[in-house]
């Protein structure tokens, strides 16, 4: 059996990640992109699938971690019967190459350590070919499947059923480096990695880019490891921003909602550039703006709701049956089925942040602008179209009312983009059809006892609803905010935390229910401070902030009767919703805030 989701550790190089559990196990890795096949997949399994465990030989040694200041860095520090020793791993930032270093350092007396490989590619579907490349002076162990491969080096391995191990001490001063290279298998192997240059080199990268981060209040740690995660989890190559580096992690244990989450959505993707483009990081805007251009390019008809990481268009949905899930809860699957869904809340979403960059002071460039002027004639294309919402219905589609409410949101920014702005476009049209679409979400999208509702055709409520103040439909003291609140605390609110709809109202068209969706008490916290609640925000904020990990990590969901964290990790959604409600407590509320002169851009 895994680990607890909450007991992973999150290495990043911005291009792919690892998870590293508390004893020392490398169970997901996936080489040399975030959604490359698997090379370790016990995460989703057990060891036979893949992992790299590197601990104590003394059984009862205990672990404590932190990462290095400001990065992703993990230090591990064993303390055993006969020493203490720490354990440095990264994921290192370098331009032309992929590592993975393990680098164990002697603090006092002498600890044996034992390590396990245990290599199974292509999501445990091919077993390597290995063989031992190096000398009794520079062990090395290659490793070649199909077109990947990696060379292993650092410690002499030996065979044994499938497996590789190896035994070794270390003294106080002493320290033995492990790392991981991958390649392409038909390239010669890459040379050993300079350890002491890539972590002085990794440490400043990270701890360069986190400088700038001002945040003042008691979840400062918790913001500036949220934006962290956020960085994390942007491609530096492609600036493609993925939901979250793993699959099939489940939202319900034991059950069938496990998804994909390693793919650029754009509504993920726009409300992370939100979070960072509040906290004056410019340039990661200016990087997924460019990634956008070149992902929806062509025809605004065929614009998708997510892509690759380099705008890959072809993510059909797919079950991998070489992997039986995290502790069963079948299937695995890789691509994602919502790539075919139409969701209209996503180009409002896209527009709204695209908005935010032009008033930090992004310039638009010769084609950023003509591509928001297509998106909102898209918008207008589809105006009278049903869609799956937000969260990816799989049932029938409807006239979701956050989704027209988003819809009104693109409009609403290509007018001010015309009339603030100076920029050119329709905007009479654009104004009209916004009015008018404004009437029928007041008309229909409102119940009769005042609330909003998550469907023109149901009483029910939906947390997304609580965006409709961050966008600037309406007030967050508005009546029917308030009312919608109330509706959501009475129906939607699962010891203490928000779900994000009744899946017992069959709406979503799947079998099972799931935990609470954090983001949604992050909004709720958001939703308390607009209104004047603040002592209730920071309530709910302190519950949501304990629920970290021991790294400042969240995952999607929380199962509050299992205290556990449940659903892909880290999530982006998660994190991004973390630093809005912080920012909220600070003063900074609402997705205008920019405007408002409440942040200052660099």
Same mark, same amino acid.
């Given at each position: 059996?895994?680990?607890?989701?909450?007991d992973y550790?999150l290495?990043s190089d911005c291009?792919?990640?690892?998870? /590293?559990?508390?004893?020392?196990?490398?169970?997901?890795?996936?080489?040399?992109?975030?959604?490359?096949?698997?090379v370790f997949?016990a995460?989703?399994?057990?060891?036979?699938?893949g992992?790299?465990?590197?601990?104590?030989?003394?059984a009862?040694?205990?672990?404590?971690?932190?990462?290095?200041p400001?990065t992703?860095?993990?230090i &591990?520090r @064993?303390?055993?019967?006969?020493?203490?020793a720490?354990?440095?791993?990264?994921?290192?930032m370098?331009?032309?190459? &992929?590592d993975?270093?393990r680098r164990?350092?002697?603090?006092s007396?002498?600890?044996?350590f !034992? !390590?396990e490989?245990r290599m199974?590619f292509?999501?445990?579907?091919a077993l390597p070919?290995v063989?031992?490349?190096g000398?009794d002076?520079a062990?090395?162990l290659s490793a070649i499947?199909g077109?990947?491969?990696?060379?292993?080096?650092?410690v002499?391995? +030996?065979?044994?059923d499938?497996?590789h191990t190896?035994?070794f001490?270390?003294?106080?001063?002493?320290?033995?480096?492990l790392v991981l $290279?991958?390649?392409?298998?038909?390239?010669?192997?890459?040379?050993?990695l300079d350890?002491?240059?890539a972590?002085?080199r990794?440490?400043a990268w990270?701890q360069g880019?986190?400088?700038p981060i001002?945040?003042?209040?008691?979840?400062? *740690?918790a913001?500036?490891?949220?934006?962290l995660v956020?960085?994390a989890?942007t491609?530096r190559d $492609?600036?493609?921003i993925v939901?979250?580096?793993?699959t099939?992690l489940?939202?319900?244990?034991? =059950?069938?909602r496990?998804w994909d989450?390693?793919? /650029? @959505?754009?509504?993920?993707?726009a409300?992370?550039?939100?979070?960072?483009i509040?906290?004056?990081f410019?340039?990661e805007?200016?990087h997924w703006?460019?990634?956008?251009?070149?992902?929806v390019a062509g025809?605004?008809a065929?614009?998708q709701?997510?892509?690759?990481?380099a705008?890959?268009?072809?993510?059909?949905?797919r079950?991998?049956?070489?992997l039986?899930?995290?502790?069963?809860a079948?299937p695995?699957?890789?691509g994602?089925g919502?790539?075919?869904?139409y969701?209209?809340?996503?180009?409002?979403e896209?527009?709204?942040?695209?908005?935010?960059?032009?008033?930090a002071?992004?310039?638009e460039s010769?084609?950023?602008?003509?591509?928001?002027?297509?998106?909102?004639?898209?918008v207008?294309?589809?105006?009278?179209?049903?869609?799956n919402?937000?969260w990816e219905?799989? =049932?029938?589609?409807r006239w979701?009312t956050h989704s027209r409410?988003?819809?009104w949101a693109?409009?609403d920014?290509?007018?001010?983009?015309?009339?603030?702005?100076?920029?050119t476009g329709?905007?009479?049209?654009w104004?009209?059809?916004?009015?008018?679409?404004?009437?029928?979400?007041?008309e229909?999208?409102?119940?009769? *006892?005042?609330?909003?509702?998550?469907?023109?055709?149901t009483?029910e409520v939906?947390?997304?609803?609580?965006?409709?103040?961050q966008?600037g439909?309406?007030? +967050?003291?508005?009546?029917?905010?308030?009312?919608?609140?109330e509706q959501m605390?009475?129906?939607?609110?699962r010891?203490g935390l928000l779900?994000?709809?009744? $899946?017992?109202s069959g709406?979503? =068209?799947l079998e099972?229910?799931e935990?609470?969706?954090? +983001?949604?008490s992050?909004?709720?916290?958001?939703q308390?401070?607009a209104?004047?609640?603040? *002592?209730?925000?920071?309530?709910?904020?302190?519950?949501?902030v304990?629920? /970290?990990?021991?790294?400042?990590?969240?995952s999607?969901e929380?199962?509050?009767?299992?205290?556990?964290?449940?659903?892909n !990790?880290?999530?982006?959604?998660?994190h991004? !919703?973390?630093?809005?409600?912080a920012?909220?407590l600070?003063?900074h509320?609402g997705? +205008?805030?920019h405007?408002?002169?409440?942040?200052a851009?660099?």
């Amino acid at each position: 059996m895994p680990a607890p989701i909450e007991d992973y550790a999150l290495l990043s190089d911005c291009r792919t990640a690892a998870l /590293v559990s508390s004893e020392g196990s490398i169970d997901w890795l996936c080489l040399p992109r975030f959604d490359a096949p698997s090379v370790f997949g016990a995460l989703l399994g057990d060891p036979s699938h893949g992992c790299w465990t590197l601990r104590p030989r003394d059984a009862s040694a205990t672990a404590t971690r932190r990462y290095l200041p400001d990065t992703f860095i993990l230090i &591990t520090r @064993w303390e055993s019967e006969d020493g203490v020793a720490e354990v440095q791993e990264f994921l290192p930032m370098t331009e032309d190459r &992929t590592d993975l270093v393990r680098r164990v350092i002697g603090v006092s007396g002498n600890v044996a350590f !034992t !390590t396990e490989l245990r290599m199974h590619f292509d999501y445990a579907r091919a077993l390597p070919w290995v063989r031992q490349v190096g000398s009794d002076q520079a062990p090395a162990l290659s490793a070649i499947a199909g077109p990947e491969a990696v060379v292993v080096r650092g410690v002499a391995l +030996a065979a044994s059923d499938h497996a590789h191990t190896a035994d070794f001490t270390v003294a106080a001063g002493e320290h033995r480096e492990l790392v991981l $290279t991958w390649h392409a298998s038909h390239e010669t192997e890459p040379a050993p990695l300079d350890v002491e240059d890539a972590i002085a080199r990794t440490s400043a990268w990270w701890q360069g880019w986190a400088s700038p981060i001002e945040h003042d209040g008691p979840y400062r *740690d918790a913001v500036v490891r949220s934006l962290l995660v956020l960085r994390a989890l942007t491609d530096r190559d $492609t600036g493609g921003i993925v939901a979250a580096p793993t699959t099939s992690l489940p939202e319900e244990f034991g =059950g069938s909602r496990n998804w994909d989450y390693r793919y /650029v @959505w754009l509504r993920d993707a726009a409300l992370t550039l939100e979070s960072l483009i509040a906290h004056g990081f410019l340039a990661e805007a200016h990087h997924w703006r460019r990634w956008l251009l070149r992902a929806v390019a062509g025809e605004p008809a065929e614009v998708q709701i997510m892509y690759g990481i380099a705008g890959e268009r072809d993510l059909a949905e797919r079950v991998v049956t070489s992997l039986p899930g995290y502790d069963g809860a079948a299937p695995v699957r890789v691509g994602n089925g919502a790539v075919q869904q139409y969701q209209g809340d996503v180009l409002g979403e896209v527009l709204v942040a695209l908005e935010a960059a032009r008033i930090a002071g992004l310039e638009e460039s010769a084609f950023s602008w003509p591509l928001q002027r297509a998106l909102i004639d898209r918008v207008v294309a589809d105006i009278d179209r049903q869609d799956n919402g937000i969260w990816e219905i799989r =049932g029938p589609v409807r006239w979701f009312t956050h989704s027209r409410v988003m819809m009104w949101a693109a409009l609403d920014r290509g007018v001010r983009a015309v009339h603030e702005h100076g920029l050119t476009g329709d905007a009479d049209r654009w104004e009209q059809v916004r009015d008018r679409l404004h009437a029928e979400i007041d008309e229909r999208g409102v119940h009769r *006892d005042g609330y909003f509702v998550q469907h023109y055709d149901t009483d029910e409520v939906d947390a997304s609803l609580l965006t409709l103040p961050q966008v600037g439909y309406c007030a +967050a003291d508005d009546p029917r905010m308030l009312r919608t609140v109330e509706q959501m605390e009475q129906t939607l609110m699962r010891d203490g935390l928000l779900m994000r709809y009744r $899946t017992s109202s069959g709406v979503d =068209g799947l079998e099972g229910g799931e935990h609470p969706f954090l +983001a949604c008490s992050f909004w709720l916290v958001e939703q308390y401070a607009a209104s004047g609640r603040l *002592d209730e925000a920071r309530v709910l904020m302190d519950r949501l902030v304990g629920l /970290v990990n021991d790294l400042g990590l969240l995952s999607e969901e929380y199962d509050v009767g299992g205290a556990r964290q449940a659903g892909n !990790t880290p999530q982006a959604f998660s994190h991004l !919703t973390l630093v809005r409600a912080a920012d909220a407590l600070g003063g900074h509320s609402g997705r +205008a805030a920019h405007r408002r002169g409440g942040v200052a851009s660099r």
